[in-house]
């Protein structure tokens, strides 16, 4: 059964750090090549924030986490990181990690969803005074 599991989500203060890991079980991101974060505050619909492609390592980033949150893959760990700096109060949401087999650009992956088959349960991230 293919899977992707997030942890390391928690409160942290504004202008904290916190990195989110998404680990994968039935497959390899070597295989599956099409990763991407998305977060979703209620009553909105879910974002993709972050996606990188783990065929030819390319990314995209929205405007609201540019310059401050980073993906990356160990493939050697089946995990894959989002490292978040500068947190915000408005960066607070629940976070997902998706996956699946690369089938377009790394903006369409977390714009249209393109390639994401496997979806997390999320793992929450407050950032708060």
């Known amino acids: 059964q293919l899977q992707v599991e997030e942890s390391g989500g928690g409160l942290v203060q504004p202008g904290g750090s916190l990195r989110l890991s998404c680990e994968a079980s039935?497959?390899?991101?070597?295989?599956?090549?099409?990763v991407g974060w998305f977060r979703q505050v209620p009553g909105q619909a879910r974002k993709g924030i972050a996606c990188?492609?783990?065929?030819?390592?390319?990314?995209y980033y929205s405007d609201s986490v540019k310059g401050r949150f980073i993906a990356s893959i160990d493939s050697a760990k089946k995990t894959v990181y989002l490292q978040m700096d500068n947190l915000k109060p408005e960066d607070t949401a629940v976070y997902f990690c998706?996956?699946?087999?690369?089938?377009?650009?790394?903006?369409?992956?977390?714009?249209?969803?393109?390639?994401?088959?496997?979806w997390g349960k999320g793992t929450l991230v407050t950032v708060s005074p």
């Open positions: 990188i492609s783990g065929g030819d390592g390319g990314s």
């Open positions: 039935g497959f390899s991101f070597d295989y599956l090549r099409a």
């Open positions: 998706a996956a699946g087999p690369e089938m377009s650009t790394v903006h369409d992956m977390c714009v249209h969803y393109d390639g994401m088959n496997y």
